[in-house]
Nanobody, 117 residues
Framework: QVQLQESGPGLVKPSQTLSLTCTVS??????????WSWIRQPPGKGLEWMGV???????YYSPSLKSRTSISRDTSKNQFSLQLSSVTPEDTAVYYC?????????WGQGTQVTVSS
């Protein structure tokens, strides 16, 4: 069974870049046809899909976040990462990494990121 664990700073200052890493165990991030996503949930709001890196390294982003978002991977460490630039307090949220393969849907426990000076 795939397991995911988010890691990164819990506090980021406005205008800085938020960086998170998802460490994957129980499966390889290059396994066909997995899709590895970042999803967030601001306080009091629903889930927001941010973007995905697919098993072959292709990336796709939410149109509303595309200009500020970058997802990359390190296959040697079996990790994928999120960078969100120019953050504001509106980017405060619980950030989740997710793995999807057909009906198999795995989630990390989530990590709280607060944007504040």
């Amino acid at each position: 069974q795939v397991q995911l664990q988010e890691s990164g700073p819990g506090l980021v200052k406005p205008s800085q870049t938020l960086s998170l890493t998802c460490t994957v165990s129980g499966g390889s991030i290059t396994t066909s046809y997995y899709a590895w996503s970042w999803i967030r949930q601001p306080p009091g709001k629903g889930l927001e899909w941010m973007g995905v890196i697919v098993y072959d390294g292709s990336t796709y982003y939410s149109p509303s976040l595309k200009s500020r978002t970058s997802i990359s991977r390190d296959t040697s460490k079996n990790q994928f990462s999120l960078q969100l630039s120019s953050v504001t307090p509106e980017d405060t949220a619980v950030y989740y990494c997710n793995a999807l393969l057909g009906s198999y849907d795995y989630w990390g426990q989530g990590t709280q990121v607060t944007v504040s000076s």
